[in-house]
């Protein structure tokens, strides 16, 4: 018995030998494989750039701790470590940092506008008045479909972004072919115009209306208009070197051109119109020989009309240098160009009368007024001029002094029709017409007048007339280099409204008859005015309620728009805001306060308060407050202070007008 109980004895013991020591041979071998599992996982995330975590082993489980410093990089993390062990032994005990404040997006917009619509593609901030804008888009479209891809986001709008998207939605309205990029910094502007005047007025105006704190890019292109007869006319005698008209086809041909004028002694800066119609790719060869030969000359004029070249020496040439520099350019000349000369003979006294050569002059003033006088051949013939100045210049501008003589030249009744033409091209000057030449001298504000002037002579005359033009461009004559900048507009009113108000019938938006005299000349003022970005502002007493004060003063700058519109002002860059109660620049407690709050204001649309920008406060009811306290009218319920205009800021200064 005893035996067997040793024999069981020992068989437990080594049991629980065998137990004690796999016990400590697996937490061994634990402890190895968490070392390793921790070891291998922190070494592979401080690699992957996660150094901000910390590695815990758990037996099995590798615990991941620290500060992630985003969402992204914290599932980052768990990956990594999920490559080296398995997954499901990974477990994530770390957090995520406070997320910073993130930056707004750019905001910016596409607008694309051509013949068959508009589209709009971009994103905005929410607080833009979406309806409004959408709105003076439609208006702007003339009718045409709008594509609208904007989306919006909840972030606050840049101080300027007000600005570039009214001046941009303003563009928008005067460019019918165009496409606009709008950031809060910057307008682009590439667009295409129908001419090169429509281009010049198109630039004027927009230089002219954008806010000074946006950079604005303007590129607009014009068609080269087509010009027919192709003219060409180079001159050198007493006065000097010169071009009466410069036409090429391409740049290149303008810079040979004027390049071999300034060979011939031109000085100066010298521009060549660049126009369609080029009779041929030759056009640029016979110019510059054509030049050459009137520096051989001397002194001469070459007039080069489509493929016919007129060479005319001077009076006094010497036969054979003429001879000999007719026929080499007539030997030079591409093969499609005709070449005529001519060498003027001096006339001897039996060749006139005593009385000298015929003579016509008419000359225009610079008020418009045009006196004719001179020779005409019957008394048809001076019907006929009569009609034709008026037809140019207005029955009450023509005064005549012409009178009927035999004998004149054949050419004569065509020469003085061309002179009265030409002279009409001018805003003042005199064209003198005799039997070998047409002289036009003056003033105009057309800075090409001077070709436009020398292709129409050629073109009546033939290309080898001889004729003289001197027209010096002034720029104050240019109706567009002389139009008012918004400032001067601005003044203009302030000046024109000095000591007086526009009065309304109580409490309502009807402009009393009394100060109809006003709203003219507030229109006069306005007149040339083409585009300014100016506000309408009115304002109320504080009498009555605010809704339909907001309401009424709404009412009454919209009044004084149309009433301005009726005097054909062109009110494209207006608009007409109520501002009701706000703003007083007087005590409400008194009548005289009262009244003088109760007033129309004219003021620049800007983003930034325009020092000195003026006002013209011209707003009153007569006698009667603006909105009594009984009145019973329904207010508007969308009358805001940007109601006209939501896109644009009012300056903050304004200087009311007593």
Same mark, same amino acid.
């Given at each position: 018995?005893?035996?067997?109980?040793?024999?069981?004895?020992?068989?437990?013991?080594?049991?629980?030998?065998?137990?004690?020591?796999?016990?400590?041979?697996?937490?061994?071998?634990?402890?190895?494989?968490?070392?390793?599992?921790?070891?291998?996982?922190?070494?592979?995330?401080?690699?992957?750039?996660?150094?901000?975590?910390?590695?815990?082993?758990?037996?099995?489980?590798?615990?991941?701790?620290?500060?992630?410093?985003?969402?992204?990089?914290?599932?980052?993390?768990?990956?990594?470590?999920?490559?080296?062990?398995?997954?499901?032994?990974?477990?994530?005990?770390?957090?995520?940092?406070?997320?910073?404040?993130?930056?707004?997006?750019?905001?910016?917009?596409?607008?694309?506008?051509?013949?068959?619509?508009?589209?709009?593609?971009?994103?905005?901030?929410?607080?833009? +008045?979406?309806?409004?804008?959408?709105?003076?888009?439609?208006?702007?479209?003339?009718?045409?479909?709008?594509?609208?891809?904007? &989306?919006?986001?909840?972030?606050?709008?840049?101080?300027?972004?007000?600005?570039?998207?009214?001046?941009?939605?303003?563009?928008?309205?005067?460019?019918?072919?165009?496409?606009?990029?709008?950031?809060?910094?910057?307008?682009?502007?590439?667009?295409?115009?129908?001419?090169?005047?429509?281009?010049?007025?198109?630039?004027?105006?927009?230089?002219?209306?954008?806010?000074?704190?946006?950079?604005?890019? @303007?590129?607009?292109?014009?068609?080269?208009?087509?010009?027919?007869?192709?003219?060409?006319?180079?001159?050198?005698?007493?006065?000097?070197?010169?071009?009466?008209?410069?036409?090429?086809?391409?740049?290149?041909?303008?810079?040979?051109?004027?390049?071999?004028?300034?060979?011939?002694?031109?000085?100066?800066?010298?521009?060549? /119109?660049?126009?369609?119609?080029?009779?041929?790719? /030759?056009?640029? +060869?016979?110019?510059?020989?054509?030049?050459?030969?009137?520096?051989?000359?001397? &002194?001469? !004029?070459?007039?080069?009309?489509?493929?016919?070249?007129?060479?005319?020496?001077?009076?006094?040439?010497?036969?054979?240098?003429?001879?000999?520099?007719?026929?080499?350019?007539?030997?030079? *000349?591409?093969?499609? $160009?005709?070449?005529?000369?001519? @060498?003027?003979?001096? *006339?001897?006294?039996?060749?006139?009368?005593?009385?000298?050569?015929?003579? $016509?002059?008419?000359?225009?003033?610079?008020?418009?007024?045009?006196?004719?006088?001179?020779?005409?051949?019957?008394?048809?013939?001076?019907?006929?001029?009569?009609?034709?100045?008026?037809?140019?210049?207005?029955?009450?501008?023509?005064?005549?002094?012409?009178?009927?003589?035999?004998?004149?030249?054949?050419?004569?009744?065509?020469?003085?029709?061309?002179?009265?033409?030409?002279?009409?091209? @001018?805003?003042?000057?005199?064209?003198?017409?005799?039997?070998?030449?047409?002289?036009?001298?003056?003033?105009?504000?057309?800075?090409?007048?001077?070709?436009?002037?020398?292709?129409?002579?050629?073109?009546?005359?033939?290309?080898?007339?001889? $004729?003289?033009?001197?027209?010096?461009?002034?720029?104050?004559?240019?109706?567009?280099?002389?139009?008012?900048?918004?400032?001067?507009?601005?003044?203009?009113?302030?000046?024109?409204?000095?000591?007086?108000?526009?009065?309304?019938?109580?409490?309502?938006?009807?402009?009393?008859?009394?100060?109809?005299?006003?709203?003219? +000349?507030?229109?006069?003022?306005?007149? +040339?005015?083409?585009?300014?970005?100016?506000?309408?502002?009115?304002?109320?007493?504080?009498?009555?309620?605010?809704?339909?004060?907001?309401?009424?003063?709404?009412?009454?700058?919209?009044?004084?728009?149309?009433?301005?519109?009726?005097?054909?002002?062109?009110?494209?860059?207006?608009?007409?805001?109520?501002?009701?109660?706000?703003?007083?620049?007087?005590?409400?407690? !008194?009548?005289?306060?009262?009244?003088?709050?109760?007033?129309?204001?004219?003021?620049?649309?800007?983003?930034?308060?325009?020092?000195?920008?003026?006002?013209?406060?011209?707003?009153?009811?007569?006698?009667?407050?603006?909105?009594?306290?009984? /009145?019973?009218?329904?207010?508007?319920?969308?009358?805001?202070?940007?109601?006209?205009?939501?896109?644009?800021?009012?300056?903050?200064?304004?200087?009311?007008?007593?």
């Amino acid at each position: 018995m005893r035996i067997r109980l040793s024999a069981i004895l020992i068989r437990v013991a080594a049991f629980l030998v065998a137990g004690i020591l796999c016990a400590f041979g697996a937490r061994a071998t634990v402890a190895i494989v968490e070392d390793l599992s921790v070891s291998f996982v922190q070494a592979s995330l401080i690699e992957n750039d996660h150094s901000w975590t910390s590695v815990i082993g758990d037996g099995l489980q590798v615990i991941i701790e620290g500060e992630a410093p985003s969402e992204a990089a914290r599932f980052r993390a768990i990956s990594v470590a999920g490559g080296i062990v398995d997954a499901s032994r990974v477990i994530d005990n770390m957090s995520v940092a406070d997320s910073a404040i993130i930056t707004a997006p750019s905001f910016a917009i596409e607008m694309l506008r051509n013949d068959s619509g508009i589209s709009l593609i971009g994103l905005i901030p929410s607080e833009t +008045d979406q309806d409004a804008l959408a709105s003076r888009i439609n208006e702007a479209s003339d009718g045409a479909p709008v594509s609208n891809f904007l &989306e919006a986001a909840d972030y606050p709008a840049p101080d300027t972004w007000r600005a570039a998207l009214n001046f941009a939605v303003r563009a928008l309205g005067q460019l019918p072919r165009s496409k606009i990029s709008v950031t809060a910094d910057r307008v682009t502007i590439n667009a295409i115009s129908d001419s090169i005047e429509q281009k010049r007025s198109l630039e004027t105006s927009l230089t002219r209306a954008a806010p000074d704190e946006i950079h604005v890019a @303007l590129t607009i292109t014009a068609p080269r208009p087509v010009i027919s007869p192709y003219v060409t006319r180079f001159v050198i005698d007493a006065e000097g070197v010169r071009f009466d008209s410069c036409t090429a086809d391409t740049e290149q041909s303008a810079t040979a051109i004027v390049a071999a004028a300034v060979e011939a002694g031109l000085e100066g800066k010298t521009d060549c /119109t660049l126009a369609l119609g080029v009779p041929s790719k /030759t056009w640029t +060869d016979a110019v510059v020989l054509s030049i050459k030969a009137v520096k051989d000359l001397g &002194e001469g !004029t070459v007039t080069i009309s489509d493929a016919d070249v007129s060479l005319v020496a001077v009076e006094g040439t010497d036969q054979a240098l003429f001879d000999q520099v007719v026929g080499d350019l007539d030997n030079a *000349l591409p093969d499609l $160009f005709a070449l005529t000369s001519s @060498l003027p003979v001096s *006339l001897t006294v039996a060749d006139t009368d005593a009385a000298g050569p015929p003579r $016509f002059t008419a000359t225009l003033s610079p008020e418009g007024k045009a006196q004719l006088r001179g020779k005409v051949g019957d008394e048809m013939m001076a019907g006929i001029v009569e009609n034709f100045a008026v037809a140019e210049f207005g029955a009450d501008d023509v005064t005549m002094g012409t009178n009927v003589v035999q004998g004149l030249p054949m050419s004569w009744s065509m020469r003085v029709l061309a002179g009265i033409e030409a002279l009409a091209l @001018l805003d003042n000057g005199m064209v003198v017409v005799l039997p070998d030449t047409v002289t036009l001298q003056g003033n105009t504000g057309n800075a090409n007048a001077s070709a436009e002037i020398s292709r129409l002579l050629i073109a009546k005359l033939g290309s080898d007339a001889t $004729f003289d033009v001197q027209v010096t461009y002034v720029e104050a004559l240019d109706p567009i280099a002389a139009l008012p900048t918004p400032e001067e507009c601005v003044a203009a009113v302030m000046a024109a409204t000095a000591g007086r108000k526009i009065l309304f019938d109580p409490g309502s938006a009807s402009i009393t008859a009394d100060t109809q005299a006003v709203v003219d +000349d507030i229109a006069e003022a306005l007149r +040339d005015c083409v585009d300014a970005p100016i506000e309408i502002a009115g304002y109320t007493d504080s009498q009555g309620r605010e809704e339909m004060n907001l309401s009424l003063s709404k009412d009454r700058a919209e009044a004084v728009l149309s009433a301005l519109r009726a005097r054909r002002v062109p009110t494209g860059g207006f608009t007409a805001t109520g501002y009701g109660e706000a703003d007083p620049i007087a005590d409400n407690a !008194t009548e005289e306060g009262r009244e003088a709050n109760r007033r129309i204001e004219f003021r620049l649309l800007t983003a930034e308060p325009a020092e000195a920008a003026g006002t013209a406060a011209t707003d009153a009811a007569a006698a009667a407050g603006d909105a009594p306290a009984d /009145t019973t009218a329904e207010a508007a319920a969308d009358a805001t202070d940007a109601a006209a205009d939501p896109l644009a800021e009012p300056t903050d200064e304004t200087a009311p007008q007593d």
